[in-house]
């Protein structure tokens, strides 16, 4: 029986834990490097070119300096153009979207933050339950409530970790964007990354839910991490590989949540979009059940 009050209280006791734990610091260090070492791959082009514009500047009118940005901003936004074709081959609708609707820029950041998000959401989730479980800590938790409020809480309290970490990362970005590129409006570029926000922490939803199955499965938090990392990204590269020699193996990428990532990056009014979400909640309503099942019935 879910209990809302049980559930309050272990959520909470998990994020505080995720905190001040060995495991939550490393995920919190990691997202952040991570994050913003990717985002350096895209910004590091567009801090070279107004280097270059400000050394420009010394040597020419106010009406030169005009033209100048203008055509270091097309630059920037046609290589940016160029690489999400690349990276997401999107439909021509898509990539108008991404590039001409949205800050190019951001967008870029985003594509290779969903790239990294079942990565960092495994290494925010993977020891829901495993290192409990490896020491008999639970016995003490299972005479106070029931065995689904351990399952659900410690999984809210992680995604919500989850999603605090990925906050604090979108934050910095945000900020040093509306400061140092001028590409953009910076409020075109802040209500992106909001959206980009939300989508990425709708699409580490299933992840972190995979991680609440493998976790109460085994009694090992770091063979919980490995497995869950497996799980994330065997079935894409098989696909990946696969769809080399066979075009039609590419549509087994629908069996897991990163066959739908790109979805997610539709204009709100699309059906795809909240298709992405849909799928997306489905997933991890499905993993959420297994889970608790088999959390339900397993010895502990």
């Not at 990428?253 to 990056?265: A, C, I, R, S």
Request: hydrophobic share 50%; aromatic share 12%.
């Amino acid at each position: 029986m879910l209990r809302k009050l049980h559930l309050s209280l272990i959520a909470r006791h998990s994020i505080r834990h995720g905190i001040r734990g060995g495991a939550g610091l490393v995920a919190l260090f990691t997202t952040l490097v991570l994050g913003l070492g990717l985002s350096e791959c895209v910004l590091r082009p567009v801090e070279e070119a107004r280097q270059l514009d400000s050394r420009m500047f010394d040597h020419v009118d106010e009406g030169q300096k005009d033209m100048i940005r203008l055509q270091a901003k097309g630059a920037v936004i046609k290589a940016g153009r160029k690489a999400i074709d690349w990276a997401v081959d999107p439909s021509p609708d898509q990539l108008d979207y991404l590039t001409t609707d949205k800050p190019v820029i951001v967008s870029a950041i985003l594509v290779l933050l969903l790239l990294v998000t079942p990565f960092l959401s495994c290494l925010a989730g993977f020891n829901q339950t495993a290192g409990d479980i490896s020491t008999k800590g639970l016995r003490f938790l299972l005479i106070r409530t029931e065995r689904p409020n351990i399952f659900f809480g410690r999984f809210i309290g992680t995604y919500f970790f989850s999603v605090a970490v990925y906050a604090l990362l979108f934050t910095v970005l945000t900020l040093y964007c509306a400061l140092r590129v001028d590409v953009h409006p910076a409020g075109d570029m802040a209500l992106w990354f909001i959206q980009g926000f939300f989508r990425l922490a709708i699409f580490s939803l299933p992840y972190i839910a995979l991680c609440a199955l493998v976790s109460c499965a085994i009694d090992s938090s770091f063979g919980a991490l490995v497995i869950s990392l497996l799980l994330a990204y065997i079935v894409p590269l098989l696909v990946t590989i696969g769809s080399a020699a066979t075009p039609a193996i590419r549509y087994g990428q629908y069996l897991t949540p990163w066959g739908f990532k790109y979805w997610l990056f539709q204009p709100v009014a699309s059906a795809q979009l909240w298709g992405g979400i849909g799928a997306m909640c489905a997933f991890t309503a499905g993993v959420l059940w297994l889970g608790n099942r088999y959390f339900s019935k397993r010895d502990l």
